[in-house]
């Protein structure tokens, strides 16, 4: 009988992009012949996975899952958003989040994870051969705070924790748990719609920042300022911009007279404690995918 070593199974999977058991099942039964337990994971219909490997997945799910003091984003892409109204898929997506809420966001560890007696990896292969289509964990977050909570919000719903669109908000404070991840929704809420580049201006790609500048003062050195009013003007229209782009100097969605951080000091009433946004994550199916053309 043949030797089935780690290595054979990981290029029949690689080959195939069929799961890990039934590759050593179909190594097994060839008695490690590769070219054989191609041809087995073929004939029992698990090798279709792969075939659909190189097709473009830019639709699908975000989901939410938090619990006490932390929270997690992931995102799962398919290739057509009728996919994300199949309750197999949604199930899939669901249970990918609860299990990344335990292991972290490192997705190779999400991958690996066991759910019963498959990995996540063998579940989504799974779902790719009854959907019929391609589908992978493309990236997920987390944050954790204590003390204090992470709040989600989930935009586009169309099931609980499940949309397009997904927002963690992490709230550090010693405040009535309950108000605070009432609060933590709303940010949630204006990170949504407002989508903020940064907590604040310390948090801004120094080379974005310059960029701006170097626009700003190009163009009042073309309406020919002299340099030392150019530099005024410079600074002015940086704080301008770091009101368009900074989460805490952002006019706030549910009250555009205040800012961000002055709503969050107002909102410290009702918490009962100082508050502070420690951290923030904002996903958007699909963006940044390239998406071919029909």
């Keep these: 009988m043949a030797n089935i070593t780690a290595q054979l199974v990981k290029e029949l999977r690689e080959l195939t992009g069929a799961g890990m058991m039934d590759c050593k099942a179909a190594l097994t039964e060839t008695d490690g012949n590769i070219e054989a337990a191609v041809d087995w994971l073929r004939k029992k219909g698990l090798s279709k996975a792969a075939k659909k490997s190189g097709r473009v997945a830019a639709e699908g799910l975000i989901a939410a899952e938090t619990a006490k003091g932390k929270g997690v984003l992931v995102e799962v892409n398919s290739e057509t958003d009728f996919v ?33 007696s498959m990995t996540i990896a063998d579940a989504i292969t799974s779902a790719i051969a009854t959907i019929g289509e391609n589908m992978n964990l493309r990236r997920a977050a987390m944050l954790e705070v204590n003390p204090g909570v992470v709040s989600a919000y989930v935009h ?104 961000v951080s002055q709503a969050l000091k107002e909102a ?24 071919g053309e029909e």
């Design 84 to 116: 994300a109204r199949n309750d197999h898929f949604q199930g899939l997506v669901k249970m990918i989040a609860q299990v990344a809420l335990k292991t972290g966001a490192d997705v190779d560890a999400i991958m690996a994870a066991h759910t019963g």
């Design 268 to 291: 410290e009433r009702e918490v009962g404690a100082p508050v502070t946004i420690t951290g923030y994550v904002r996903f958007a199916l699909g963006e940044g995918v390239e998406k």
């Design 156 to 259: 586009s719903q169309i099931s609980e924790g499940l949309g397009r669109m997904g927002v963690l908000v992490a709230l550090k404070s010693e405040g009535d748990a309950e108000a605070l991840a009432a609060l933590g929704r709303r940010l949630a809420m204006h990170v949504a719609a407002a989508n903020p580049q940064a907590l604040d201006a310390a948090g801004l790609d120094p080379a974005v920042v310059a960029r701006e500048k170097e626009v700003l003062a190009d163009k009042f050195r073309q309406q020919g300022k002299p340099a030392n009013v150019i530099d005024k003007i410079v600074e002015s229209g940086l704080k301008s911009y770091y009101k368009e782009v900074c989460f805490l100097e952002q006019a706030y969605i549910h009250d555009p007279a205040k800012s």
